[in-house]
């Protein structure tokens, strides 16, 4: 098929949509009138029992805010053994020791040329994953990252994990390359979608009120105990935690806490692969040291 110029104009497919919802959507102000009437007629002698659990419910309400709490804004930074001028290359493989990745950690945060430095006091929480060889610390790593995906540490497990055949060269694929899909949603059909989707929601809706109140009600409660089922399930999961790495927090700004890291007492340089991370916030980092207590 050769190329042709044509003119842009409405789907076909969307205005058949539109012409179907349309009839049935215009009736809906004047159902909904005559609906609150009837409401408004017997809500004076309508009677809404308060749910038993409702009191004990609210006075937890203050736990959303100890939720919120959590988060906090800090800023991180991790040291790894590939990284340039932070590991050292020994028989073809990089390798950074405990002691040297702690100092890497304490100059960086004296690190004056650096503005996202941190200024001012704050909280600090620091994680070091060490071993004495290079397949070692991958087995750690392997383990630490699906629970803990620091995106350094989770780099170089990946390079760690990789086939670096220096032999073998892949072929590159040629410009431009193919993404992977995606939904193809642009303007106009990501309004189209849009407005047609609210004129289609509000059918569903109608299409719903074929149920009694009473079927809505023990539906919802159905919902609701699959949810707290589901709810029950991800809970347990996240608190089956497991791996191991170490561990130093710190409280001062970023000069007294290069000392304190300077004093932390590191594993020794028997370990060669070493990654670390440093996290500093000026606010408490609660969930983090409880991490990893």
Not at 1 to 25: E, G, N, Y
Not at 149 to 176: F, G, K
Not at 189 to 205: D, F, V, W
């Amino acid at each position: 098929m050769s190329w042709t110029t044509k003119p842009v104009h409405w789907p076909a497919c969307a205005a058949k949509i539109r012409d179907m919802v349309l009839p049935i959507l215009a009736q809906i102000p004047g159902n909904s009138t005559t609906a609150l009437a009837h409401l408004d007629a017997v809500g004076a002698r309508a009677q809404y029992p308060v749910n038993s659990l409702s009191e004990a419910a609210a006075a937890l309400a203050a736990l959303r805010s100890e939720l919120d709490a959590m988060l906090v804004n800090g800023r991180a930074i991790s040291v790894t053994p590939e990284q340039y001028g932070v590991g050292q290359v020994q028989g073809g493989d990089y390798a950074l020791s405990a002691p040297n990745a702690v100092a890497r950690l304490a100059a960086k945060l004296r690190d004056g040329a650096d503005p996202l430095t941190p200024a001012g006091s704050g909280h600090a929480v620091a994680w070091l994953v060490t071993a004495q060889s290079a397949s070692e610390l991958a087995n750690l790593l392997a383990a630490l990252c699906p629970v803990l995906p620091i995106p350094a540490w989770c780099a170089a497990l990946r390079r760690l994990q990789a086939s670096n055949d220096a032999m073998t060269q892949p072929t590159a694929p040629m410009i431009p390359r193919w993404r992977q899909d995606e939904p193809l949603i642009w303007d106009p059909l990501r309004q189209t979608r849009s407005t047609l989707g609210a004129g289609i929601a509000q059918l569903e809706s109608l299409a719903a009120d074929s149920q009694s109140p009473i079927a809505k009600l023990q539906m919802l409660a159905s919902r609701r105990q699959d949810r707290l089922a589901e709810l029950g399930q991800a809970l347990d999961k996240l608190a089956a935690l497991s791996g191991q790495v170490w561990h130093w927090q710190g409280d001062g700004d970023a000069a007294s806490l290069a000392s304190q890291l300077e004093a932390s007492n590191p594993p020794s340089h028997a370990n060669t692969h070493t990654v670390a991370t440093l996290l500093m916030s000026a606010s408490p980092l609660t969930f983090w040291q409880e991490l990893t207590p």
